[in-house]
């Protein structure tokens, strides 16, 4: 019902405005597929990457009005030069290689000179090139060997146990190998072989993964106990080199799977004596992984994954005794950010160690005694969190590190970098302008280049020095006039307080370039609310992919970070802890209805979302469990029920073992309470959802005779829906938000 008077209010809005003001015309759609190339390269003096040499010198290109400009800069004397004169280098190129080379866009990689740019050398067309300056002389030194791609294989693919080669002692002296699922070793002068192992079986087997300690006495090797097989399968219903259709198959591991067991073991290579390894404080395995010897050969050590992600740990085991000591045992009453959050850096081969952990409700480092296993320190304190650890310098005893929510007045996402020294004191500061800083730093840490932007303030390029933050020069500022000429409306930052009326949702408003504030325009929102990370956006960009071009039909789009999502306290991440379909919802829903309070054109009794992989599973829950709020969904890919999507992710954030709260959260469990109107977009060779899940939802849905679309696509994987998605969404949001018939994309090409 609440629905319905929606729509007859859109209605009358509509007839009170008249058709003068319509939206979502073939102008409008003819505009916003047109977007991108018209936004393209209007933005200059914003260049991308910066590349350190070893002496302390600089070069990047340039992004300038005519085109690219390759330059180089001298820290020491402040300067900045072109690193060639374009036009004598256009020139030899052309003559060279005989092809038409224009001295604004010549296009060559791994740049390298030396101190007084006596002599350049680079990749050009596939060839290593030589270019002395001063002389004008261009010679190709050799054609470049194709680095191969390296290919790494599909994500999801069971870790191969049983193949690796022998491994060879340090000394080279012996083989270690796997026969009979037990440990054998071979002398490789005598072919000598010994026996290590005798309780290998083929349920409980040696791993051929093994490592030799670097005195050459020792190995640790390890059994396996293999776990669940699953795998997911889908056709192919077009393939591109035959008529007929191709099924497919992908190792598939989903939540409640019973996963492999490790027990790693030691061997004393010369007294041929096997010490079993007390399993103990590792025996409820997620994962067991990381196993390194200490480089004095005295210990192994490896991180211990506890299923379920409530406990972590770093475990040492005696080189001698196989006695098991915890460095590091990580505890959470709810879950462990592994994946995202951890990180580990072992000081003078142990001795210490860096470590991240939110135990005190932020994430912060800590320095821990690496013989002990005793916190020495904690490094970093506040309510603010470290996003990322870059660089430990150990002679210093400094560590380097990003950090968002220190400044009040600033966006608490905006990464600023930092160092501190091991007692935790001489907090210094690389970064302070009010913008989300990209930092570079020279190879010896002396120098950094900092850009920063904000999303309505385009890129500044500073040269500074480390050892005072101080700004060195200013090597670009980024001009966008010819971008506002195209009629470019910035983003805004917009903030409303969330649930607990205390703490601020941040997210960005994005209007079209018609936009006339005497409107009424519908909201859709962007929504991703996977739990590993934050997503709206912080740096400035052009285009915005799909929330420019269907702002451009006639729409209000918001991007929102709520509650649930990561890289604020601890207790903001907590939200999403067994409870994947709050999605944030509560905080989206007072932002939107705020945001429209301060912008009465802003129209939040018509409301429609879409979402893409997680976003498609939150978008479906918009109808699914928010129906009184939104509208209209459209989801792609989305995993509608935890249960049957990847292991990792989902036992993550949902926890293990599987409770009823996995069918809670279930989009496909409560197809029933489905209101509004959707759009399931489905890619059908899609290997990092399950494709049934789409497919089970649509099934639950149809049992109760919910009306929805499926769009699925052939031969399309893990997407948005391509080029034919974007299609079905602008026409499902124009048809059901406006009311309006779209044009046909016949007319619309055209």
Known sequence: ?????????????????????AQGTLAEYKKAISLDSLFRDKVTNSPKNFHWQENNLLWYVNNTPEGKEYLWVNPSEKTQEKCFDHAVLAKLLSEKFEKDIDANHI????????????????????????????????????????????DWGYWGSRFDETNNPPVM?????????IKNHNLYIKNTSTDEETRLSYDGAPGFFYSTYIK????????????????????????????????????????????????????????????????????????????????????????????????????????????????????????????????SKKYRYDVEDGKEIIWTSERDGWNHIYLYDGETGKVKKQLTKGEWVVRNVIHVDEENREVYFTASGMDKG????????????????????????????????SEDYEYYVDQYSRVDAPPVTLLKSSKNAKTLMQLQKADHSALLQEGWIAPEVFTSKGRDGVTDIWGVIIRPTSFDPNKTYPVIEYIYAGPHSSFVPKDFRSYYWSMSSLAELGFIVVQIDGMGTSNRSKA?????????????????????????????????????????????????????????????????CGCHDNRMDKIWWNEQFMGYPIGPHYAECSNVENAGQMGGDLMLILGEVDDNVDPASTMQFANALIKANKDFELVTIPGMGHSSGGEFGERKRKDFFVKHLMDVDPPSWEEIYN
């Open 1 to 21: 019902m609440e629905s319905f008077v929606k729509k007859i209010s859109v209605f009358f809005i509509l007839i009170n405005f008249g058709t003068s003001l």
């Open 212 to 339: 030799w300690a670097p005195d050459g006495e020792k190995i640790m090797a390890y059994k396996v106990r293999p776990g669940d097989e699953r795998k997911i399968y889908f056709v192919e219903s077009s393939p591109g080199d035959q008529f007929q259709p191709k099924l497919q198959s992908r190792d598939y591991l989903k939540p409640g799977d019973e996963l492999p067991f490790k027990s790693p073991q030691l061997f004393l290579v010369g007294k041929k004596k096997h010490i079993q390894v007390p399993t103990d404080e590792f025996s409820h395995q997620f994962g067991l992984n990381n196993i390194e010897w200490r480089e004095d050969s005295s210990a192994f050590t490896f991180e211990y994954n506890q299923r379920g992600h409530q406990a972590y740990k770093v475990i040492a085991v005696d080189a001698n005794t196989g006695a098991v000591k915890v460095l590091v045992n990580e505890v959470s009453k709810t879950f462990i950010d592994y994946s």
């Open 410 to 441: 600033q966006d608490p996402y905006f990464l600023h970098y930092f160092k501190i020294d091991f007692d935790g004191r001489n907090l210094t500061r690389f970064t302070k302008e009010n913008g989300n800083h990209q930092l570079t730093f």
């Open 169 to 177: 002692s340090p000394d080279s002296t012996m083989l270690a190998y």
């Open 107 to 150: 296009d060559i990689s791994e740049l390298e000179f030396d101190a007084d740019m006596a002599a350049l050398k680079f990749t050009f067309d596939e060839k290593i090139v030589s270019f002395n300056p001063n002389q004008q002389e261009l010679t190709i030194v050799e054609s470049k060997t194709e680095d191969p791609k390296r």
């Open 572 to 636: 903001f991440h907590d939200v999403c802890w067994k409870n994947l379909k709050d999605g944030g919802f509560p905080d989206r829903k007072i932002w939107i209805r705020e945001a429209a309070k301060k912008y009465p054109y802003m129209d939040a009794e018509n409301v429609g979302i879409f979402g893409t992989s997680a976003g498609g599973q939150n978008a479906a829950a918009a109808l699914v469990f928010n129906s009184d709020f939104y509208d209209v969904a459209v989801s792609s």
